[in-house]
């Protein structure tokens, strides 16, 4: 057994999910439509768990659902889904610092909904305005792994940091004025915070994320 699928023009890992507890999940940029029907044919005969494609504009999405019945997509999360799975008794609260953050958060909650995770979506809460975050800090203080999404400073998971004991996952994004140079400022930021266990993403990585607390998940389970 080779443990993939060799399409010519890609190799599905069929066994990632044996590995991870998740099928591969397909990027969709820089691939044709035609290209994402045939690996995710593949990961649909070859799995059992959810199929998801990110990043995928919303045109080729109906062009890929049209071809592949039963998949569901999310336009602000850009993200298409095949067997969502059942949800499991693991709960993130995904939180978004500003509105201009949400495409990211968006991503992230859609994601881990997909793969099974209970998420709870806290929206615009930053810390320029810190009052609103304190009213959410039962929500918070609830959760089994907190995402925060941020742009600007990068400030919130700090903040976040010190009100809880679970898990942190920090998503710097690209949102902000010239000095936030495309979301680098947040990222450093955030591997800087003065909250001990902090652990950052990718800039602009919901998905990243969502897939780390996917893994804490996993360990949880076990």
Known sequence: MTGFDDLGYARPD???EARLGLPEVVYGPGKTV???VGVVRSLLAGNDG???VSRIAADDAAEVRAA???GGYDPVARLLVWRPAAPRPFRVVVASAGTSDWPVA???AAVATAIGLQVDEVRDVGVAGVHRLLAEKERLAAADAV???AGMEGALPSVVGGLVGCPVIAVPTSVGYGAVFEGVTP???MLSSCAAGVVVVNIDSGFGAAI???RMAMRVAR
């Open 14 to 16: 069929t066994d990632r």
């Open 34 to 36: 035609e290209q994402i």
């Open 50 to 52: 959810p199929v998801l």
């Open 68 to 70: 592949v019945e039963g």
């Open 106 to 108: 968006a991503e992230a």
């Open 147 to 149: 995402i925060c999404v």
């Open 187 to 189: 990222l450093l930021a």
């Open 212 to 214: 780390a607390a996917h």
